[in-house]
């Protein structure tokens, strides 16, 4: 569902992304760690066709991004750490606002049903969106991506600044989707939630992957000692 093959990005003399070959099949949750500036935002933004690779190519579901940015975008799902959603419209608004941007038309119920399926509870599906907690918004977010049937899910620090209870939750809704089928990439410093969540955890250090193993070789403790003498 989603490949780079030898991705490569130079800003001046500034190497971001070097040979990165990354595949990650259907079903799959990748989690990217590193430092700050190894690289995970930039191959994030080069799968959503936001910047231009200097080299090499990535692929979502056998779709080339350099010669088809368009076509990739209805494929693919992007929750930031922030995510950008109006604040004065209520919950069930903005999902179907964004919804038919992507070409769908969602009944009211439809709608409340995708975010049941997230875990937002009912009394805030008509609330403005300003009173909502990080948690919740990214319960939106996530019900976007099921309303445009998104099959690969790129996440940007998915629970920086997120309580335990949130990140449990939003834990278990990733792990779901995962069984569903979709395809799921996240940025991430969270080692904890890395190892609980995803399938594959790969690190990133200057641009570089050099680690790509499955997390059930790691306890979390082991991947903070691996994370800590790689990087």
Not at 78 to 91: A, D, M, R, S
Not at 95 to 105: C, E, P, Q, T, V
Not at 108 to 121: A, V, W
Not at 136 to 147: D, N, P, T
């Amino acid at each position: 569902m989603l490949k780079t093959i030898n991705l490569h990005k130079k800003y001046n003399d500034f190497t971001a992304l070097q040979s990165l070959n990354l595949e990650i099949q259907k079903g799959e949750i990748f989690a990217l760690l590193g430092q700050n500036g190894a690289g995970k935002s930039t191959t994030i933004n080069i799968l959503l066709g936001l910047i231009q690779a200097t080299s090499g190519d990535a692929f979502i579901n056998d779709i080339s991004v350099k010669n088809h940015p368009e076509k990739i975008k209805k494929h693919l799902a992007y929750i930031p750490e922030t995510v950008l959603l109006y604040p004065n419209l209520t919950g069930i608004e903005n999902l179907d606002f964004f919804s038919k941007i992507a070409g769908f038309n969602y009944t009211k119920n439809e709608l409340s049903i995708l975010l049941h399926r997230t875990g937002l509870q009912e009394s805030a599906h008509e609330k403005a969106l300003g009173g909502y907690s990080k948690g919740m918004r990214q319960k939106v977010g996530i019900a976007i991506a099921l309303a445009k049937d998104a099959k690969v899910l790129l996440l940007d620090e998915p629970t920086s600044g997120l309580d335990p209870i949130a990140t449990s939750e939003f834990t278990e809704i990733i792990r779901q989707l995962g069984k569903e089928g979709r395809t799921v990439l996240m940025a991430t410093h969270d080692i904890f939630n890395a190892v609980s969540v995803a399938t594959h955890i790969g690190i990133m250090k200057q641009g570089e992957l050099v680690q790509n193993l499955p997390s059930k070789a790691f306890t979390a403790e082991e991947l903070q000692n691996l994370y800590l003498k790689t990087i």
